[in-house]
């Protein structure tokens, strides 16, 4: 263990579907196998390096930290964020990726006082992105499907669609008059570019940063020419400047789910660390919530 480094006894480690991604081969994003497992967790600080501002005994949570399935983790102590004392292992191991990829999304567009569709608004990352838009001044309108409608209703969002029963093309042209919304987060995929393009008001930003349905289709120019629209496709090495951010993100969100609980993702379903590949398949099947590994369950 290094100076600046802590090593960390983990409890929760939370499953992402950028791991799934990755792992694929398709993604634009590639690691060299073998893939560590895990990149998000909650534990309890064992032991901290000479440098290290962080003391033994403290609870934190992490995101971006490979490895985190494990029962005992060595990361940089300048990623490990204090957990609130309302707040669980399995809450912050739910927040802390979902706040940083949220604050940075929330970064890419203006706007305060305008309006925004959110795709997914009832999975971690969209609940946490719905809470901290609304904080900030935005009219929200959350898309989720069935009785999740109301978790994206108490996370933040003026409007909520089903999807699974409502027209949603024409519930955002009702909510906004008719304009349509400033901007669209879209981490589905293929199945719904086309729609959130129709979504979007004249000048507005599609925000792609996701492909759970699939790779979406190429941009054909002529698509934006009506509207001038534009399209952007979510780097957050671009829109968070550098690690040292990160512990103020996921602070960041930690403090606002200490307050706003419904920001919270609910959890799918709870694993030991030795059932770690039935988590993972559990996550591609499409679970309706965080999938938990807990290895010292």
Known sequence: MQPHEALVRVEAAGLNHAETLIRSGTYVVRLPFPYPLGGEGAGVVVEAGADAAVAAGTRVCWGAVLGSCATLLTAPASLLVPIPDSLTFEDAACVAVAGLTAGGLARVWPLHGR?????????????????????????????????????????????????????????????????????VFDPIGAPTCAISLDLLAPRGCLIHYGELAGVPPAVDLHQLFAKSLFVTKYNGSRWIHGIDEFAGLIGNALALAATRRAVIARIADRFPLDQAADAYRMLESGAPGKVLVLPNA
């Open 115 to 183: 309006t925004a569709v959110i795709w997914g608004a009832a999975g971690a990352v969209g609940r946490m992105l719905v809470a901290i838009l609304a904080e900030q001044g935005t009219d929200v309108i959350g898309i989720a499907g069935g009785a999740r409608v109301e978790e994206v209703r108490a996370a933040g969002a003026a409007c909520a669609i089903d999807r699974s029963s409502q027209d949603v093309r024409e519930a955002v042209r009702v909510h906004t008059g008719g304009r349509g919304a400033d901007a």
